[in-house]
């Protein structure tokens, strides 16, 4: 098992994640099989990562002749079972739903060749508990990319309880050549991005719930006082509150500790619909074309 041994990969999931992880798979001279149940997912997918693409031209990043090359790289599949003909990796990354998980990885199992290691993108699910669905739990492992993934450098990289090192050493080593930093966590909720992210974003909304500080004052301090590039309000409208809500409940639920207790005001938004920049509405409100932050409405003071 060397860095040779991969030279097919399968991305399953061509969403916001799925899109950008082919992207960068196929910028490194891998062949791409890209698998969505969608295929209009899979169309936007192609066109996201060329106009991505065109960016980095712009940036003088890549060339169009490397672009047409990199994009013919890419193939893409409804079907699951044909498009993990031949691979040697498979990165995971539908959406984020512990049954539909388990599903695909228990049908990855059955038709993947038995050396194909089995990666997922999961933000919060256990690898452990995915692995355990499989026959080869020590070649499971959490191949975690951040968001937008052609430009984000680290991939936090998860053992389950039975990951082979052999393994985790591989992913480790491939993710250094598609130019990321990798980071080796172990498998407990939240992993280490969300456990510490989630309960800063949270302690921001109780903050604004109290009436501490407006959503101005809260993204400023954090912004010039913490060195951060964005506030934890805006990152929480980037990521989706609804998302922030469901990795809270992990944890709190994982851990079974009431620090982690999503606040009443996240629940609110969520119910209401106000899921930040994919809504259109969160603590900022969007509008396509501008890129200006304006405070929602319940919000201004
Ligand atoms: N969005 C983020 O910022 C982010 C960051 C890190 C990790 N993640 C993780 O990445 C994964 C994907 O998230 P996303 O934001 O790209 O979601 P998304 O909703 O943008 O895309 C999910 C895609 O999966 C497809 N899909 C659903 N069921 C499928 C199946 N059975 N087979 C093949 N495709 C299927 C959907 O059609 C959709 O195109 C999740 O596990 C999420 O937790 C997301």
Redesign the pocket.
Known sequence: MDLNSIKKVAV???????NGIAHVFAQTNYQVHL????ES?LQNAIAKIGSNMDRQIKRELMTEAQKADFLKNITTFTD?AEGVQGVDLVVE????NLD?KLK?FKQLDEVCDENTILA?????ISITQIAGVTNRPEMVIGM????PVPVMKLVEIINGYATDQKVTDLIVELSEKLGKVPSVVEDYPGFIANRILMPMINEAILSLQEGVAGVEEIDTIMKLGMAHPMGPLQLADF??LD?CLSILNVLHDGYGNPKYAPSTLLKNMVNAGHLGAKTGKGFYTYTKGSKELVVSDQFKK
């Open positions: 399953i999931g061509a969403g916001t994640m799925g698998i969505d149940i969608s997912a699951t990354a539908a959406t984020e539909l695909i997922t993108n999961t933000s919060s975690h990319f951040m968001n990521i989706g998302t």
